[in-house]
């Protein structure tokens, strides 16, 4: 099955939103960008507990692709590699705080249970 293209999601910007932020990771990449600022490879990896190497590089190439965050390479031995959000990345910073609202509400429901 393919995935659709950017075309055929623009009659249904909800489910544009979900193709581009799916995933258990995402969220947590743009946290820690919108907290921290510009971060090297490894400082945004020691940032976030539990995610693999592997799944780190894979949602940062999905997050660049899709014109959320911006690489940058330097010619460095060795390599030096920063990770920063763009004017979209960062125009979801209402979305990751409304998240965070949520989450203190919702922590806040059920210790009171």
Not at 10 to 33: D, E, S
Not at 56 to 85: C, D, F, M, Q, W
Not at 90 to 105: A, Q, R
Request: include cysteine; charge should be positive; proline fraction near 4%.
């Amino acid at each position: 099955m393919r995935e659709k293209t950017f075309e055929e999601y623009l009659n249904c910007p909800f489910h544009l939103a979900m193709n581009t932020l799916q995933g258990k990771w995402k969220f947590a990449i743009l946290y820690v960008l919108l907290d921290k600022g510009t971060l090297r490879f490894k400082e945004l990896e020691r940032s976030i507990p539990d995610i693999s190497t592997r799944m780190l590089v894979k949602e940062l190439k999905h997050l660049e692709k899709k014109g959320i965050v911006n690489r940058k390479a330097y010619a460095t031995v060795p390599p030096k590699v920063e990770y920063s959000l763009n004017e979209v990345g960062k125009s979801l910073k209402p979305v990751i705080d409304s998240i965070s609202e949520w989450g203190k509400h919702y922590a806040k429901m059920r210790s009171e249970k």
